[in-house]
């Protein structure tokens, strides 16, 4: 359970000492990241007079902590099962398409002051607990599973268009209709938008400006959760199934045109019959 403390939620400033020498005591911890929506509103989650578009870390508990993001993703540190579903069902009224099925992603954080800071062995390794080392880890996080979602996504937008490009290669003809296939472009504008206008996935965190000293864990963090490639590689995909959905439309389009051709010459060929009819007898 949430403690009593933090209720209404209070966003924390700075890693609080006794949390953070427990972690570090510790020496390592979990993290997990769970995208619950489309977005989380941050304002009335938080009770505030203001509205306030970063992200919120909270206190769970005297070894763990959280930070919530406004595009749907919340960051765990070293919670514990019942911690992670509070935070998650108090969120939930708060959410924009609330997802039946979480995305989820995992890391575990070494705390190792004598080691240098970085990937190693497929975990994060830092020299102390700050709120800026937790930030750029969850801010990584963070987006590598609203990666994950819509790479789902545009898996399942690719099996509708695959019929598409089957069917103009053996028969010539779409076999769909104008409504299904603007559905798709729709989709796909759609999804750029998410990931444009709420994510900004390439772009770095803000607090990089003054703590410069992060940027080279920042960048071991995006190389190797491969946020650039697969950013790119999602984009060439949204543009791919937009442009195949497009061509078909206008394909579509086309053989409609033709066909009212074809209807105006048969009535205007009825049209020139009748009046033959009419002069003849």
Not at 146 to 163: M, T
Not at 195 to 208: D, F, R, S
Request: glycine share 4%; hydrophobic share 40%; proline share 4%.
């Amino acid at each position: 359970m949430l403690p009593e403390e933090i209720s209404p939620l209070q966003h924390l400033n700075a890693i609080p000492q006794e949390l953070a020498q427990s972690l570090s005591k510790q020496g390592a911890c979990e993290v997990n990241a769970v995208l619950i929506g489309n977005d989380i509103n941050l304002k009335a989650l938080m009770n505030r007079a203001s509205p306030r578009k970063e992200t919120v870390m909270i206190q769970l508990s005297d070894k763990s902590l959280a930070i919530i993001y406004p595009y749907g993703a919340i960051v765990f540190f070293n919670a514990t099962t019942s911690a992670t579903v509070e935070l998650i069902t108090r969120c939930q009224k708060f959410v924009t398409q609330l997802f039946t099925t979480p995305e989820t992603e995992q890391f575990t954080v070494l705390i190792q002051p004598d080691q240098p800071e970085g990937i190693v062995q497929n975990k994060v390794s830092i020299k102390k607990v700050t709120k800026e080392h937790l930030e750029i880890i969850g801010n990584a996080l963070s987006k590598s599973v609203i990666l994950e979602y819509h790479e789902n996504r545009i898996g399942s937008l690719f099996e509708k268009i695959e019929p598409i490009a089957k069917s103009l290669k053996e028969r010539g003809k779409l076999g769909y209709r104008a409504n299904d296939l603007l559905k798709h472009i729709g989709a796909s504008i759609l999804m750029v938008q998410e990931m444009v206008g709420k994510i900004e996935v390439t772009e770095k965190p803000l607090l990089l400006w003054e703590h410069s000293e992060l940027e080279p864990l920042h960048a071991q963090l995006v190389e190797d959760l491969e946020i650039y490639d697969r950013q790119s590689s999602l984009e060439r995909k949204i543009g791919l199934i937009s442009s195949t959905a497009q061509i078909s439309l206008e394909v579509l389009q086309q053989h409609h045109s033709h066909r009212l051709e074809l209807y105006i010459l048969i009535l205007i060929a009825i049209e020139i019959v009748l009046q033959l009819y009419i002069h003849i007898f």
